[in-house]
């Protein structure tokens, strides 16, 4: 594999992010409901349980642009049609051997194979490990056993708040708002942890022992990261959002207002310049429009002083912004040598990929 293959798709996965956000963002609007413009932002509130009734078919459907946000390597495919590598499973035994069959070791040469029989070895030593509680989550084929392993998830990380916003997600689906609701207050109180950074070490020294030198590893480890927490936690908002306005046709303003104060602190929790990817931080303000759509937009912004259409204003030029730095990967990695390119991606593990990518456009771009 050739440096300027590791490039090509590098440049690839940051524009078809983007492209990604903007399409989810246009395929599921949101009704909006002019009754109320006000969020409060000073004090955390809990909508009114039992939560006002709603049919299962209410809630926002899946669509196939979800999808592309929530497994990134289909987004890797290199010029004239070859993907990314996979490995077979015998390139990653020595690795696996090396690393005791940990569990870190045994997810990552997963990723890299595709072997069920490697994550089928991994369920059965680590059930309460909270990374193995997770891949098992989005790899299991039944609602049942995605009951299971959320339920697991939430025993072995009761810290970590990812695993109350995706139980939330997966109650909101089943009609169970109310359990729901509980999920995303428990979950307004932790960090979340999503273990990419330990996925993408793994999976690098996995390709790494497999052979691919130092950059090709650490970019197809960056490129074949799944997020598909992102997906679960847009339609959470969305779900939010219909819940308000149910609250909302009942005459609770109050309740209306918490749960669109949940979905809003979520967004901004996702929309961080400091994220590990970009895509996270586009769907972070996705969920913060999808929240401001659903208002006046005349009306005043909770005690902002501005409007709701100043918000909207702030974020598309935000969202601008990012895209214009997107623009500058492709214009500068074609320029960098192979120890730029690690350095590249070894800045994107520690400060985040916008990071990265102004170290390498002040490094390589045009002065």
């Known amino acids: 594999m050739k440096v300027k293959l590791v490039i090509a798709a590098a440049a690839t996965l940051i524009a078809l992010g983007l492209l990604v956000c903007r399409r989810s963002q246009v395929a599921n609007p949101i009704t909006p409901s002019r009754q109320n413009s006000s969020l409060p932002t000073k004090r955390a509130l809990a909508p009114r349980l039992p939560t006002p009734r709603l049919s299962v078919s209410s809630q926002p459907p899946v669509d196939s642009s979800e999808e592309a946000v929530s497994h990134t390597n289909l987004l890797t495919r290199l010029l004239n049609g070859e993907e990314l590598p996979k490995l077979r499973p015998e390139q990653v035994q020595s690795y696996l051997e090396e690393n005791h069959r940990s569990v870190g070791s045994l997810l990552a040469a997963f990723q890299a194979t595709d072997d069920r029989t490697i994550l089928r070895e991994a369920m059965e030593k680590y059930p309460s490990d909270p990374r193995l509680d997770y891949v098992a989550w989005f790899r299991s084929e039944s609602p049942v056993e995605r009951r299971q392993w959320l339920d697991a998830f939430k025993q072995s990380a009761p810290d970590n708040a990812l695993a109350n916003y995706l139980s939330a997600r997966d109650y909101f689906k089943s009609g169970q708002n109310d359990q729901a609701v509980q999920e995303l207050i428990a979950a307004g109180t932790k960090p979340i942890q999503d273990y990419s950074l330990d996925f993408v070490q793994n999976s690098e020294?996995?390709?790494?022992?497999?052979?691919?030198?130092?950059?090709?590893?650490?970019?197809?480890?960056?490129?074949?990261?799944?997020?598909?927490?992102?997906?679960?936690?847009?339609?959470?908002?969305?779900?939010?959002?219909?819940?308000?306005?149910?609250?909302?046709?009942?005459?609770?303003?109050?309740?209306?207002?918490?749960?669109?104060?949940?979905?809003?602190?979520?967004?901004?929790?996702?929309?961080?310049?400091?994220?590990?990817?970009?895509?996270?931080?586009?769907?972070?303000?996705?969920?913060?429009?999808?929240?401001?759509?659903?208002?006046?937009?005349s009306g005043v912004y909770a005690d902002s002083g501005q409007t709701v259409q100043s918000q909207i204003d702030a974020l598309s030029q935000r969202r601008e912004s990012i895209r214009t730095l997107t623009q500058q990967v492709g214009k500068v990695l074609p320029t960098m040598s192979e120890q730029d390119l690690i350095s590249y991606f070894d800045r994107m593990k520690i400060f985040g990929e916008q990071a990265a990518i102004r170290w390498a456009a002040d490094k390589h771009g045009p002065q």
């Open 205 to 297: 020294e996995a390709y790494r022992a497999a052979g691919y030198s130092e950059a090709e590893a650490k970019m197809i480890s960056t490129s074949t990261l799944l997020l598909p927490q992102l997906a679960e936690f847009k339609q959470v908002s969305q779900s939010l959002v219909n819940l308000a306005n149910a609250y909302r046709q009942s005459g609770d303003t109050a309740s209306a207002e918490a749960a669109l104060q949940m979905a809003t602190s979520l967004g901004q929790r996702l929309d961080d310049p400091g994220s590990r990817t970009i895509i996270q931080s586009l769907v972070g303000i996705a969920i913060q429009r999808i929240v401001l759509n659903s208002m006046d937009p």
